[in-house]
């Protein structure tokens, strides 16, 4: 049973405007949450994390929410940038990283950014 | 370079073979990881490693053996390649808790 959820395979944004990227969780012990970004070839690329203390951290152009509650957590982009344009993933932990750090990902949503 | 590197970046090998993975970090982290990143499932974890000579099972571990003999060092070891182990690998690791996992770039092993 999947833990960590992102129901979009797939996002299309225009460049300037907003990139909205969701994803879902199951596990209430999960406490740390992570996005990354992953271009072609390449390894995922740490982008921003949350801990359940917070329900809103900042980081330039990206924003994640959490809303515990609803077991959800949203990464948005302002403004998007055809730069932008890779597969985002979503991670979650127990124990703010934990003992052992092990992350549980979701299966990533495409973002493709045009001009 | 500091960092982590794989290696090799492609490998083409024949069932029952063996083939190992190789994974350096310049970071002195203690924790490292071994994903594969299959199409439909996202990244899974094979095996971890808190601290040379410590090392733990994860999410799919069937197939593969790992050490760390040393802390900069955790290679990833196939004894008898299978078709469904054809993936691409990523080796991670990460520093004092709370901090994120930094990835390497990968290695892509098709099995034939």
């Known amino acids: 049973d999947q833990q960590v959820k992102q129901n979009s395979p797939s996002l299309s944004v225009q460049e300037g405007r907003i990139s909205i990227l969701n994803c879902d969780y199951t596990n209430s012990m999960f406490d740390y949450f992570l996005w990354y970004k992953k271009y072609p070839a390449e390894g995922p690329t740490f982008l921003i994390s949350i801990s359940s203390i917070k329900d809103k951290n900042e980081d330039g152009r990206f924003t994640v929410f959490l809303n515990k509650s609803a077991k959800h957590l949203s990464l948005h982009i302002v403004p998007s940038q055809p730069g932008d344009s890779a597969v985002y993933f979503c991670?979650?932990?127990?124990?703010?990283?934990?003992?052992?750090?092990?992350?549980?990902f979701g299966k990533g949503t495409k973002l493709s950014v045009k001009p | 370079d500091a960092g982590i590197t794989q290696s090799p970046r492609y490998k083409i090998t024949e069932t029952g073979r063996q083939v190992t993975l190789m994974c350096h970090q310049t970071?002195?982290?203690?924790?490292m990881f071994w994903y594969r990143q299959d199409l439909g499932h996202g990244l899974r974890l094979i095996y971890y490693s808190a601290a040379a000579d410590i090392t733990d099972k994860g999410e799919v571990p069937d197939g593969y053996v790992v050490s760390r003999s040393k802390t900069e060092n955790f290679p990833l070891t196939l004894e008898s390649a299978t078709r469904s182990q054809t993936s691409v690998y990523f080796c991670?690791?990460?520093?004092?808790?709370?901090?994120?996992?930094?990835f390497g770039d990968g290695t892509r092993l098709s099995i034939l």
């Open positions: 991670a690791s990460r520093g004092p808790q709370g901090q994120p996992q930094h």
């Open positions: 991670a979650a932990s127990v124990g703010y990283g934990g003992s052992q750090g092990n992350l549980i």
């Open positions: 970071w002195s982290h203690s924790y």
